[in-house]
């Protein structure tokens, strides 16, 4: 299966990252991708106005998402990607959506808000309250997680215990001291503690970093991004999971319970 990572500088204007959004999705059908992983908060953003994603929060049936969905009627590709959709008055939940053949076939509320590094995620945005469910693309099975997520084993253990082989993110990657290190420390780490893919999309910009990576289960890195906008593949082989996992057998040989939601 071929997957591919586009990242672009999110703009202040809604109608333009969507028609980039649906740009991307054409370009990696056309190269063969079954999967297109693109970047978080999706709708807008400005970099001298840090609350523009919540306050052009829109609904799973606005204007954004209907053109992403017309597109995804042209063909089999599933697109994943992050919105804000509105909670309740000046609120928004940060929502990962997947997106094939003009449906929305799952959606997740971001569970750990951004709560670090002197930005506080939840001032505006809610967190969400229930496991992502596993999607499945041409056999093989996906785990979704978005950003800060990727910082918490037990959320990555968990979906690769239920069965992931794949763990996608999109990510907006907050520029800053040894964050670019974090970020390539974290997805290896991931890769390693589940024996799993990571199919990341960075966001660029002037704030975040992009640098979009795919690791395979081994924690090799076989395809990356630097800053500048652009779209990228790789393979996923089912036959490298299988190797992973009898190379490194790390979900059988864990002596901890599985890790629960609080």
Same mark, same amino acid.
């Given at each position: 299966?071929?997957?591919?990572? +586009?990242?672009?500088?999110v @703009?202040?204007?809604?109608?333009e !990252?969507?028609?980039? *959004?649906?740009?991307?999705m054409?370009?990696?059908?056309?190269?063969?991708?079954?999967?297109?992983?693109?970047?978080?908060?999706?709708?807008?953003? &400005?970099?001298?106005?840090?609350?523009?994603?919540?306050k @052009?929060?829109?609904?799973?049936?606005?204007? $954004?998402?209907q053109?992403l969905?017309?597109?995804?009627?042209? !063909?089999?590709?599933?697109?994943?990607?992050?919105? &804000? =959709?509105?909670?309740?008055e +000046?609120?928004?939940?940060?929502?990962?959506?997947?997106?094939?053949e003009?449906?929305?076939?799952?959606?997740y509320?971001?569970?750990h808000?951004?709560?670090? $590094?002197?930005?506080q995620? @939840?001032r505006?945005?809610d967190?969400? @309250?229930?496991?992502?469910?596993? %999607?499945?693309?041409?056999? %093989?099975?996906l785990g979704?997680?978005?950003c800060?997520?990727?910082?918490?084993?037990?959320?990555?253990l968990?979906?690769?215990?239920?069965?992931?082989?794949?763990? =996608?993110? /999109?990510?907006?990657?907050?520029r800053?001291p040894?964050?670019? &290190?974090?970020?390539?420390?974290l997805?290896?780490a991931r890769?390693?503690?589940t024996? *799993?893919?990571?199919?990341?999309?960075?966001? *660029?910009? !002037?704030?975040?970093? +992009?640098?979009?990576? %795919?690791?395979?289960p081994?924690?090799?890195? %076989?395809?990356?991004?630097?800053?500048?906008?652009?779209?990228?593949?790789?393979e996923?082989?089912?036959e490298r999971?299988?190797?992973?996992?009898?190379?490194? /057998? =790390?979900?059988t !040989?864990r002596?901890?319970?599985p /890790?629960?939601?609080m």
């Open positions: 299966m071929y997957v591919a990572v +586009g990242q672009f500088a @703009s202040p204007f809604w109608e !990252n969507a028609r980039q *959004c649906v740009a991307l054409a370009q990696a059908a056309r190269q063969g991708a079954a999967l297109l992983v693109l970047p978080e908060a999706l709708l807008a953003r &400005h970099d001298q106005d840090p609350d523009l994603s919540v @052009s929060a829109q609904p799973l049936d606005g204007g $954004f998402l053109l969905l017309d597109e995804s009627q042209r !063909n089999q590709l599933t697109t994943v990607l992050t919105v &804000h =959709v509105p909670t309740t +000046g609120r928004a939940a940060n929502t990962l959506v997947v997106l094939r003009g449906k929305i076939i799952a959606n509320a971001k569970l808000l951004y709560d670090a $590094f002197t930005v995620e @939840s505006l945005v967190p969400g @309250s229930q496991i992502p469910p596993l %999607i499945n693309v041409e056999g %093989i099975k979704l997680m978005t800060y997520d990727i910082r918490f084993p037990e959320m990555a968990n979906l690769a215990l239920a069965g992931a082989e794949v763990l =996608v993110l /999109p990510a907006a990657w907050v800053g040894l964050k670019e &290190h974090h970020w390539a420390t997805l290896t890769a390693l503690d024996t *799993c893919y990571i199919v990341a999309a960075g966001e *660029c910009g !002037n704030k975040n970093i +992009g640098q979009s990576r %795919i690791v395979d081994l924690g090799v890195t %076989i395809a990356a991004a630097g800053e500048a906008p652009g779209l990228f593949m790789a996923i082989d089912p999971i299988a190797q992973a996992r009898r190379q490194l /057998p =790390v979900l !040989n002596r901890f319970a /890790p629960q939601l």
